[in-house]
T-cell receptor
Framework: DAGVIQSPRHEVTEMGQEVTLRCKPI?????LFWYRQTMMRGLELLIY????????DSGMPEDRFSAKMPNASFSTLKIQPSEPRDSAVYFC?????????????????FGAGSRLTVL | DAKTTQPPSMDCAEGRAANLPCNHS???????VYWYRQIHSQGPQYIIH???NNETNEMASLIITEDRKSSTLILPHATLRDTAVYYC??????????FGPGTSLSVIP
């Protein structure tokens, strides 16, 4: 398996523009997580899905952020309009469904991340 | 509120064992101890996890105290490639993974 695949790897855009980040989870994994990492705030969980359904979006910073998972092999994180404070590395991760891993454990596999710079 | 406490940084000589401590005095009976690491500019990587017993895999060993209030991740022969931020995380089977600030380990030649 190629692992979790994220695109684009780097994105530079101007304030006010729409940004769409994409993620392809590992085949067979039915939980998907979006994280954001900045120097100031570290790794923050934004939202996670189980069986394509959003379970917890309490980490989504504001209405400018939205995430979708139309099928088991694809998810998007959209920022509209983007602002300079959205500059960060955005990671996608996938796992077996919560509680379904060996010994009840479930391990996250992360993608390489998408580095977003909003000017 | 943070469930775990880790030192912000540590150094280790190359070839020596790196022992990374983690305190989790309020751990619940159904919470596992997980360790992840993040090498610069990469996504976090799972290392190991345990519930009560000590665990070992090809990457590391995890020692959990009998009262489960603390644990130690051991990298037996640290290399320069082990320089990374190491995260100790508590979670049940159904919890989401929440990362704290972790320990920044520097392996010194």
């Amino acid at each position: 398996d190629a692992g979790v695949i994220q695109s684009p790897r780097h994105e530079v855009t101007e304030m006010g523009q729409e940004v769409t980040l994409r993620c392809k989870p590992i085949s067979g994994h039915n939980s998907l997580f979006w994280y954001r990492q900045t120097m100031m705030r570290g790794l923050e969980l934004l939202i996670y899905f189980n069986n394509n359904v959003p379970i917890d979006d309490s980490g989504m910073p504001e209405d400018r952020f939205s995430a979708k998972m139309p099928n088991a092999s694809f998810s998007t994180l959209k920022i509209q309009p983007s602002e300079p404070r959205d500059s960060a590395v955005y990671f996608c991760a996938s796992s077996l469904g919560l509680g379904q891993g060996a010994s009840g454990a479930n391990v996250l596999t992360f993608g390489a991340g998408s580095r977003l710079t909003v000017l | 509120d943070a469930k775990t406490t880790q030192p912000p940084s540590m150094d280790c000589a190359e070839g020596r064992a790196a022992n990374l401590p983690c305190n989790h005095s309020t751990i619940s009976g159904n919470e596992y101890v997980y360790w992840y690491r993040q090498i610069h500019s990469q996504g976090p990587q799972y290392i190991i996890h345990g519930l009560k017993n000590n665990e070992t895999n090809e990457m590391a060993s995890l020692i959990i105290t009998e009262d489960r209030k603390s644990s130690t991740l051991i990298l037996p022969h640290a290399t320069l490639r082990d320089t990374a931020v190491y995260y100790c995380i508590l979670k049940t089977s159904y919890d989401k993974v929440i990362f704290g600030p972790g320990t920044s380990l520097s392996v010194i030649p």
